[in-house]
């Protein structure tokens, strides 16, 4: 009944384009998700942000544990149904959904225990910005199973290219948390006056309908999910090996995040109006790295396929237009920063003791946003063919370079721009190193027809 993308006959740039739009139409909707949560908590001043920011690491760090089931679940799918076998895909997507299931149960479990010293990390210095960082983490970490589900469901759908899935949900997800937002944040009509903990209510009833209409559209498919047997016994074999493939990405992530819990820590020394700019600006930057990362997700199916039916040539090109693609996006992303930090940060604080600060994170992490597009891509690309040790090598390397370069940095005159430059430095390097190193990779991998 649904359409499902041919990604291994017919014209690449077709067929790779019509499953990255939508991916990518879901990446910015994701991003609008983010951003819409920004603006209205935004309206109740920086400490509100700065609640949400703290709250939000863990957060992201549940993120890149998620990314165990979705990697793995999505390119051993993948490269079943390349093969031809629609069971044996079946039998991998089960195990990642069940391996999603357990690992969000068991991240919101410590959350919701250990809210007081998981937000103590960050030594934040208002008692309200505390209290209410605590309560957005046991609401949203808490109940973080429906964003696991989410995610690895959005993976699976990749992979039998059906993007479109995952457009629908998450739309559908970002109108009820665009509504929801103001109504349980500052009271109104019936519903009380809720602040942070209204946000964090809105956010987590938005994926759980995100959850639902994910459910609702695999019962509708008849490629891959009327194949499968969720509720059986776990296939251990298959277990071990979409873990195999989904660690290496899962490290790199969870690191990637404490790493930057760790630097969040060290702007927390600034103030936690600093911590707001961190906050808001990351969310900003994402309209580049969310997008890279749906796009690398579309690489990440196409290759996986091709790859299992061996299609060489198909893969080769595939990577080719899709560089052409996200060189373009970099480009576009870094002049947007670069070119109009001051406006795009008024929109979501207008403090302007605090807009300097944005302003300054902007304009770096602005020059990087190219080579961040590429690095996301090409590790998306590695991943098509179950190879994740490399990207992860690349940036657990590059990024923990940024703890020691951040502590020289801020002793020099950049102060605290000192830290945004860390950041900025380490992604140019990740994307020249990986490209060039992805480069070597398909050219002793893939033979010239």
């Given at each position: ?162 993007s479109r899935a995952a ?22 009509g019936f519903f009380p ?257």
């Open positions: 009944m649904q359409k499902h993308i041919d990604l291994l006959h017919g014209p690449v740039l077709s067929s790779l384009t019509r499953l990255a739009i939508p991916i990518m139409a879901t990446s910015l909707i994701q991003m609008a998700y983010n951003l819409t949560d920004m603006i209205w908590i935004g309206r109740l001043g920086s400490n509100a942000v700065a609640a949400v920011g703290a709250a939000g690491m863990y957060m992201w760090l549940s993120n890149g544990l998620a990314v165990l089931s979705k990697m793995g679940g999505q390119v051993t799918t993948g490269h079943s149904l390349g093969a031809g076998d629609a069971g044996e895909a079946a039998g991998y997507a089960s195990g990642a959904l069940q391996l999603a299931a357990f690992t969000g149960l068991l991240f919101g479990l410590i959350c919701a225990i250990f809210s007081v010293p998981l937000i103590g990390f960050f030594k934040l210095n208002s008692p309200q910005v505390i209290a209410d960082a605590q309560i957005y983490l046991k609401i949203t970490c808490g109940l973080v199973l429906f964003s696991f589900l989410n995610q690895t469901f959005t993976g699976l759908f990749t992979a039998i290219g059906n457009f629908l949900a998450t739309t559908t997800g970002l109108v009820i948390n665009f509504f929801m937002d103001p109504v349980l944040i500052f009271g109104i006056e809720l602040g942070v903990m209204g946000a964090a209510i809105a956010t987590v009833f938005a994926q759980m309908i995100v959850t639902c209409m994910f459910i609702l559209f695999a019962l509708r498919d008849d490629l891959l999910f009327n194949h499968m047997r969720l509720f059986s016994r776990p296939d251990f074999k298959k277990l071990r090996s979409l873990i195999t493939i989904g660690v290496p990405s899962c490290l790199q992530n969870m690191l990637f995040t404490g790493i930057s819990m760790i630097i969040a820590r060290m702007v927390a020394g600034y103030g936690d109006a600093a911590v707001a700019v961190q906050k808001v600006g990351s969310q900003i930057e994402s309209i580049s790295w969310m997008t890279a990362d749906g796009f690398a997700a579309a690489v990440n199916s196409f290759i996986a396929q091709n790859h299992g039916a061996g299609n060489s040539k198909r893969i080769r090109k595939g990577y080719k237009n899709a560089m052409v693609i996200v060189l373009i996006w970099g480009l576009f992303c870094t002049f947007l920063l670069i070119g109009c930090p001051a406006p795009i940060f008024r929109i979501f604080i207008t403090e302007a003791d605090v807009l300097p600060m944005g302003v300054d994170y902007l304009v770096i992490l602005g020059v990087s946003q190219l080579f961040m597009s590429v690095e996301i891509t090409t590790a998306g690309a590695f991943a098509g063919f179950g190879k994740t040790v490399p990207p992860s090598v690349v940036s657990i390397l590059f990024t923990t370079i940024r703890i020691p370069l951040a502590l020289i940095l801020v002793n020099t005159a950049l102060g605290l721009n000192g830290i945004w430059w860390s950041i900025t430095i380490s992604s140019i390097l990740k994307g020249i190193i990986l490209l060039c190193w992805f480069l070597r990779f398909l050219k002793k991998t893939i033979k010239t027809s």
